[in-house]
């Protein structure tokens, strides 16, 4: 019952947010400079034209009139038209949004796994060399942007020794028999592995390059949380029973030890998030923040609104997953 | 009478300094018997249980001596090895029932994980087993308790979990390290009771690590003064009550209270009786360092 309360407290605030996010983006694409119409027309369009078009867009209003249509539209499930695409946004967006998600799954699942490897390798050889080597790692992660580690990437695994694609999603000669957008899913539900393989190849790099970062954050903060749950008297008292010191880091220490580095990972994976929009450009990756910045350079305002929208929701869901795994993980937070 | 646990010559001392935290110490526990271990805070006394049971913390190394369980030398032994004789015939009473339980997982497990991971129980049978263990500390209402995590119990219960855990495995000995400390004085009473009525029905040898004397006439047949990490005096409870060898041991005495003279004032330990013991300490440091 409390749970379920909690649950649509979230959802309440969750709208709230969106629409706090919506405002914002709204009246700033609109104030900054830039005027999507002055895109469209060829030099010495005539004042009656472009006159005509900003009117067609309704963009001739005020701010808080053309919000209001804006939000009319979006509460009926209409996001508008795109400027650019002349076609609508939402469809235009949720085309691209799996390709999005599935790159930033893919470097979260990669950032967990190497931050996590090398928490517990650190904790498990602490004091020693193998420590030190790790906090060498984890500092130039941490130092070394994700579009740098992107280049480092494209030139070292991409050009030098080709193992790995260095742009596009999938290889254009193949053919594709998907008919969601949930491509690496989809194929391994079709049992395609030639076809998850070529997706794979495509999305390791730029998923690489995203997990970096956030893979030294998450093997210098659990290993830290690691090292001080080892001093605890229940992990003591585990060595007392005869256990062997991994199985102490890992059934004793690692579930208490795990939960700061949880809310770490919620409020990061956002910014892995909003990562994708570089490291898909210079990658060529077809996912929304490919699109996001196609956006932004011809000032479509209407698919600018509907991208950062989906975003903002994204964002909202990471928190709200991370928040109800913490309390599934924390038995003292359950009941209250 | 056999000593189950035999510590000779033990000394340890912070890594990389030559200062003693132990200082030869050498006693001795025999199978059945209770032998509490008293000392002022910071006489090494936890740090004795801690060496025995291979709990140091990192920082402190042990520079020599022997600490063998039932003949077999610990500190020769690979950690391994070492650990799993401990986790199989020796166990731990904690001092803080509130940190040394782990949080996130259920009593029940935590009882008896030794019994399955180790010497390779059932799961079932550690279960029944668990429930008859709690029977024996005296709860209630096993099967709750079993399912329950810690912060739903409170710390009287909590130590008496951890005591049932401590036997679990049928324990050749159990050091109690200050196990009722945390507590307070109705419960502790309670606690030390059972923990007495357990090492009698087990038949344990136990190491009751304490700084409370009043503690040690209740529940010790034998046992060891430190101070500073040095054995001052080894003695039968009783003959220790009537007649203390040791100036130190007599001014420790005198500073406890006596349920029998309640209005008397007690007595702080002499600065010459600290300072008499203290030169000893030295003297004997001198010596050690002499020979090594």
Redesign the interface.
């Known amino acids: 019952m409390r749970l379920l309360q909690t649950l649509l407290m979230r959802l309440a605030m969750m709208a709230i947010t969106l629409f706090g996010a919506a405002v914002i983006v709204f009246v700033v694409i609109r104030v900054v400079p830039g005027n999507p119409i002055a895109m469209m027309l060829p030099p010495g369009a005539s004042d009656e034209d472009i006159a005509r078009l900003t009117a067609h867009y309704g963009l001739d209003k005020s701010i808080p009139e053309q919000f209001f249509v804006w939000l009319g539209g979006v509460l009926h499930g209409d996001f508008g038209t795109s400027i650019s695409l002349r076609q609508p946004v939402m469809p235009l967006v949720l085309g691209r949004l799996p390709a999005t998600l599935e790159l930033s799954i893919f470097a979260l699942v990669l950032a967990v796994i190497i931050g996590g490897a090398m928490a517990l390798t650190g904790t498990r050889f602490r004091?020693g060399r193998t420590e030190a080597v790790i906090d060498v790692a984890n500092g130039a992660g941490l130092s070394i942007p994700d579009f740098l580690w992107a280049l480092v990437l494209i030139l070292t695994l991409g050009v030098l020794y080709p193992v790995f694609h260095i742009s596009g999603r999938i290889s254009p000669s193949l053919d594709l028999p998907f008919t969601t957008q949930f491509y690496v899913f989809e194929s391994i539900l079709r049992l395609r592995f030639d076809l998850w393989w070529d997706l794979l190849k495509h999305m390791f790099m730029p998923a690489l390059a995203l997990a970096i970062p956030l893979a030294a954050i998450i093997g210098q903060l659990l290993k830290q949380s690691l090292k001080e749950t080892m001093?605890?008297?229940?992990v003591?008292?585990?060595?007392?029973?005869?256990?062997?010191e991994n199985?102490v880091i890992l059934f004793?220490a690692l579930?208490?030890a795990v939960l700061p580095t949880l809310t770490l990972i919620g409020v990061q994976f956002t910014f892995l998030i909003g990562g994708t929009v570089i490291i898909e450009r210079l990658f060529s990756y077809e996912g929304l923040g490919n699109m996001a910045i196609d956006a932004v350079i011809n000032r479509d305002l209407p698919l600018i609104q509907g991208i950062v929208l989906v975003f903002a929701l994204l964002f909202t869901v990471v928190n709200l997953v991370v928040d109800l795994t913490y309390a599934l993980?924390?038995?003292?937070l359950r009941h209250a | 009478m056999t000593a189950f646990l035999e510590i000779e010559n033990l000394s340890a001392a912070i890594k990389g300094t030559p200062d003693r935290l132990l200082r030869s110490v050498s006693l001795h526990v025999n199978s059945g018997e209770v032998c509490g271990l008293v000392g002022e805070s910071g006489a090494g006394k936890s740090m004795i249980g801690k060496a025995v049971?291979?709990?140091l913390?990192?920082a402190v190394e042990i520079v020599e001596g022997q600490v063998r369980l039932d003949g077999e030398d610990l500190l020769a032994m690979p950690q391994?090895e070492r650990?799993?004789?401990?986790?199989?015939t020796?166990?731990?009473i904690?001092?803080?029932p509130l940190?040394?339980?782990?949080?996130?997982?259920r009593i029940g497990p935590q009882i008896t994980?030794?019994l399955v991971?180790?010497l390779g129980w059932t799961k079932h049978d550690a279960r029944t087993r668990a429930a008859e263990l709690l029977d024996e500390v005296h709860i209630e209402n096993p099967q709750r308790v079993l399912a329950s995590?810690p912060?739903e119990l409170s710390g009287g219960m909590r130590q008496r979990v951890?005591i049932a855990s401590a036997f679990a495995a049928n324990p050749k000995l159990v050091i109690a390290d200050e196990p009722t400390t945390a507590l307070d004085v109705t419960v502790q009473k309670q606690i030390l009771r059972l923990i007495r009525e357990m090492q009698e029905r087990h038949g344990t040898a136990m190491l009751f690590v304490t700084h409370d004397l009043g503690v040690v006439s209740k529940i010790c047949q034998r046992l060891v003064v430190l101070f500073a990490g040095m054995v001052v005096e080894k003695a039968g409870v009783s003959d220790f009550y009537a007649n203390p060898a040791h100036a130190y041991s007599k001014a420790l005495l005198s500073a406890t209270p006596k349920f029998t003279e309640p209005f008397t004032s007690l007595t702080p330990v002499d600065q010459t009786v600290i300072s008499a013991v203290s030169e000893q300490v030295e003297a004997a440091d001198r010596e050690w360092r002499h020979a090594h």
């Open positions: 004091g001093h605890l008297d229940y003591v008292l585990a060595r007392t029973k005869g256990y062997g199985h004793d579930r208490n993980l924390n038995p003292r | 049971l291979g709990i913390p990192s391994r650990r799993r004789l401990i986790g199989a020796a166990a731990l904690p001092q803080d940190t040394a339980l782990n949080p996130s997982r994980d030794r991971d180790i995590y912060h951890l």
